[in-house]
């Protein structure tokens, strides 16, 4: 029987190859973001082309009670989601002083309340059908502080940190937490970040969103903890263990600014 891998921010980039890679292992899909046109396009892809069956969630997961409501969907619809990939999320570029507060709000809700509320929802009844893989997407900007995207890093270190912490919990079941961490990766999300003339993003060439997602998948079905994509990626974070915090706030800042 077929397992039912359910991907939030599953539109664009990295959450829409992700559906990809689940669909072509044989999964039935459940799609969840706030695009019904581009989720639509991509059902009939997956359908098309792996004979799964796949369906559909338009939901802004940064509303209060959307993680609840597509809960409830997903129980009126009587599946058991197997594998859940919290990949819905967004960052912001430039000074906390002069960021939109409205924008970094609804950051924090995305990157942070929504993933815990539905890894909280779904979790039980994978415990309780001893097997389930939870994916959350953390980023290597987790293993540092991030001076022009402060609520953005600090996001994304939630994200490792949770992730860390009840996948230790889960020792004893059959369930796996696995935080995924792409560094800067071809996608759209320079472009909403607004980001796109930053150094970070200029000064080598990018692994495309695909490339992330199958090393992604395959570290989630591992029962990886920390997946950190890239040798360069994985050198630079353990760089960080070893380098004084000043040093790097300053290192990321220069990185950060616009080319």
Not at 17 to 23: F, K, Q, S, T, Y
Not at 164 to 172: D, G, T, V
Not at 211 to 230: I, T
Request: hydrophobic share 45%; glycine share 6%; aromatic share 10%.
């Amino acid at each position: 029987m077929p397992h039912t891998t359910l991907i939030t921010g599953a539109s664009s980039g990295i959450g829409l190859e992700l559906a990809r890679v689940a669909a072509r292992h044989g999964d039935d899909i459940i799609l969840v973001a706030r695009s019904r046109p581009k989720l639509e396009i991509l059902a009939s892809e997956l359908k098309k082309a792996h004979g799964v069956k796949v369906h559909i969630i338009e939901k802004d997961l940064s509303l209060p009670s959307a993680s609840k409501e597509v809960f409830t969907e997903v129980s009126a619809l009587w599946l058991t989601v197997n594998h859940l990939i919290n990949n819905a999320g967004f960052g912001d570029f430039w000074k906390f002083s002069l960021t939109d507060w409205d924008k970094e709000g609804q950051m924090i809700d995305l990157n942070i309340k929504s993933l815990t509320h539905m890894t909280k929802l779904f979790l039980p009844s994978m415990i309780e059908g001893k097997y389930g893989r939870i994916m959350n997407l953390a980023s290597t900007a987790a293993f540092q502080p991030g001076p022009g995207m402060a609520v953005y890093f600090a996001t994304k270190a939630y994200v490792l940190s949770f992730s860390e912490a009840i996948s230790e919990e889960l020792l004893s079941t059959w369930v796996t937490v696995t935080a995924l961490c792409p560094g800067p990766t071809e996608s759209g999300f320079a472009a909403v970040s607004h980001m796109d003339s930053s150094k970070l993003f200029q000064w080598r060439k990018l692994p495309t969103s695909r490339e992330v997602a199958e090393y992604g998948y395959h570290a989630m079905m591992q029962g990886q903890v920390v997946a950190v994509h890239g040798w360069m990626n994985l050198i630079l974070t353990e760089f960080v263990r070893f380098t004084p915090r000043f040093l790097i706030r300053k290192i990321v800042w220069s990185m950060q600014k616009k080319a």
